[in-house]
């Protein structure tokens, strides 16, 4: 039993988290600035709105709207008519207005859940509390061995939406899923570009843990801007055992918030964690109320994009393992590609090459992997003119030269003899090879595995050409 087990034994964790995903508009959430700066110098896609200079006013991005009902219709949530928005106030060096318009009582997305396959092959709605637009400070830097810290202030005001779930997970793992989950939703629900190297969306961490079987939570620490899935984790297990060593000792859990250190793989304490009131919520006076008619949620409703549910319901007929389908889920694209393997051709085609895709190739699916190409290589192998094996390597060289499947397996050498004339004459050679006399024997006396030695004496004398289903038909019709 592991350490965590052991902890599991005593406590029971309670785990939500706060999801702040970018939205990939082209501006700012209340700017004219590039909301792209992946590229760019630090300080360099920022205006005087960025700036917090006196006198300059929002103006509230309408594309940022657009995308906000999107994740509320991807969350199974509520889109109220009448959102607010709110100032609250701390100062960190990096915001430099002294506070962040966000929203607080009436937000823009309310309630909804998300589906999420556990890793002990249970399914769970983990509740959706709300989420909230608001526009993300800068950056600080914070260079090693050096007494200074930088600010880039690219990043201000760039337009996010802020998922609180309900604390309805407990255990890493179920946090670790529901992250997953989350950003299949967003990605492709296309609200954000998804990239989580660039903090396109970052996780908060929320735990407590009580005793087992008791009706109180525990006192929650707030682990604070993680950007992988694995981290989610591995946070979340660090800090179970963190706090099952202080209330083993009797000692109190402090509220606060933590960061994840990865190097260490352990969470860091970084400041108590704040309440509310201490940010001095109250009404934005620079923007009005934000009015959601519902013709447009509809609108924006029919026109949504293919969500992963939708997805995993089209590849439902194909009774792939979910661990496949969570792979193929990974790229849209391979998705795409297997669904359409699966409109145009059949089920046995679309199985195929989903496995491949999943297990085999790492190349530019979008360039050279044509559904048509796929479909191609895939008949070859029903047609018993390419083996398993071989069928992988023409697929790992069609992600280098654009040539028909046939083409390539013709050139590879790859082909197998199908010519049944020709190889009843092989296999005709082979049967009378007095080597083989004492096989054909032990096959006809029931040793059937014997028959192994015959199909391998063909192949070689075919020098690999031959199709071995084909082989094994014709010797089991020669003898029986």
């Known amino acids: 039993m592991s350490k965590l087990d052991r902890v599991f034994d005593r406590y029971t964790p309670t785990i939500g988290i706060e999801c702040h995903v970018q939205l990939n508009t082209l501006s700012k959430l209340f700017s004219s600035a590039s909301n792209d700066s992946r590229d760019s110098s630090p300080n360099t896609t920022v205006n005087e709105v960025c700036f917090g200079m006196p006198g300059v006013l929002p103006v509230l991005n309408d594309g940022a709207v657009e995308r906000a009902i999107r994740a509320g219709l991807a969350l199974n949530a509520e889109i109220p008519q ?112 998804g990239d989580l190297y660039q ?34 984790e591995k946070a979340a297990e660090y800090e179970c055992l963190r706090q099952a060593e202080i209330l083993d000792k009797s000692d109190l859990v402090v509220q606060e918030t933590r960061g994840w250190n990865e190097d260490k793989q352990k969470t860091i304490a970084q400041r108590s964690k704040e309440d509310a009131h201490d940010y001095r919520y109250f009404p934005d006076p620079d923007l009005p109320p934000l009015i959601i008619e519902q013709s447009r949620v509809d609108s924006v409703k029919q026109s949504m994009p293919t969500l992963p549910n939708d997805y ?113 004459r092989i296999i005709s050679a082979v049967l009378e090879d007095p080597a083989s006399e004492k ?16 199909v391998g004496q063909v192949m070689k004398a075919s020098k690999g050409s031959a199709n071995p289903g084909l082989v094994n038909k014709i010797i089991r019709s020669k003898l029986f």
């Open 82 to 193: 009448l959102s607010r928005f709110e100032r609250k106030h701390y100062f960190y060096p990096d915001l430099p207005k002294g506070y962040q318009i966000t929203q607080l009582q009436e937000p823009v997305i309310v309630g909804g859940y998300v589906k999420v396959d556990m890793k002990d092959g249970s399914s769970q709605k983990i509740r959706i509390h709300h989420a909230h637009l608001e526009e993300d400070a800068g950056k600080l830097t914070h260079p090693s061995g050096k007494n200074v810290s930088y600010v880039d202030l690219n990043r201000a005001g760039t337009p996010l939406i802020e998922i609180v779930s309900e604390a309805d997970m407990h255990s890493p793992s179920d946090a670790r899923a529901f992250a997953q989950e989350l950003y299949l939703l967003m990605t492709y629900a296309d609200v954000t570009n």
């Open 199 to 232: 903090g396109n969306m970052r996780f908060d961490v929320n735990i407590s843990l009580a005793p087992k079987g008791s009706d109180e939570l525990g006192t929650r620490a707030e682990i604070k801007n993680i950007n992988s899935f694995r981290a989610v």
């Open 312 to 424: 995993r319901s089209s590849l439902a007929e194909l009774g792939l393992d979910i661990s496949v389908v969570n792979s193929l889920l990974e790229d849209r694209d391979r998705a795409n590609i297997v669904i359409n393997v699966l409109k145009m051709s059949n089920k046995e085609h679309a199985t195929r090459v989903a496995h491949w895709l999943v297990s085999v190739y790492e190349g530019r699916i979008k360039e050279l992997l044509s559904t048509e190409r796929l479909i191609s290589l895939s008949m070859l192998m029903s047609d018993g003119e390419l083996s398993s094996t071989s069928a992988k390597q023409v697929l790992h060289a069609m992600g280098r030269d654009d040539s028909s499947p046939r083409e390539i397996a013709d050139e590879l050498g790859l082909l197998q003899n199908n010519d049944k004339d020709e190889l009843e």
């Open 439 to 454: 096989v054909i024997s032990d096959i006809k006396n029931g040793n059937d595995k014997a028959i192994g030695y015959l």
